[in-house]
């Protein structure tokens, strides 16, 4: 079972963006299974370091999208952005130092995150940059 599957009403409505939001729930199934699976500590790491690096990655092209547009709330959004990923990444080196063991309760916080982060947060860009021609 999925732990979280995408669908319209996550839409910002611009292509490119969706299909990244859709990428990160696709890793972040991929994660959880795996935790289920009770895979050995490399995969979690690898399946961890995947996360993280395609979230700095989305973020990244997401930033890019909103300075293009001169979004007005783009340094607010950043400072989120950042403090999630520093939160991961502190996940990720305690896991890989054996300071922390992954549970589920990690994975549903990345979710909730994930989930309140583009139905408020990226949310609230969709209307500025649609109108003003990003599709
Ligand atoms: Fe789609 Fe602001 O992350």
Known sequence: MALITWDEHYSVKIE???????????????????????????????LINELYDYTN??????EKLMEQYGYPKLAEHRKIHQDFINRVQ????????????ISIEVTNFIRDW???HIL???MEYSEYLTSRGAK
């Open 57 to 62: 990655y989305h973020f990244q092209a997401e």
């Open 114 to 116: 994930l989930v309140n």
């Open 120 to 122: 408020k947060t990226d």
């Open 90 to 101: 502190d996940y990720r080196d305690r896991f890989a130092s054996g300071r922390l063991l």
């Open 16 to 46: 490119e963006i969706d299909n990244h939001h859709r990428r990160l729930f696709q890793i972040l199934n991929d994660f959880y299974q795996g935790l289920r699976a009770n895979q050995v500590k490399e995969s979690i790491l690898k």
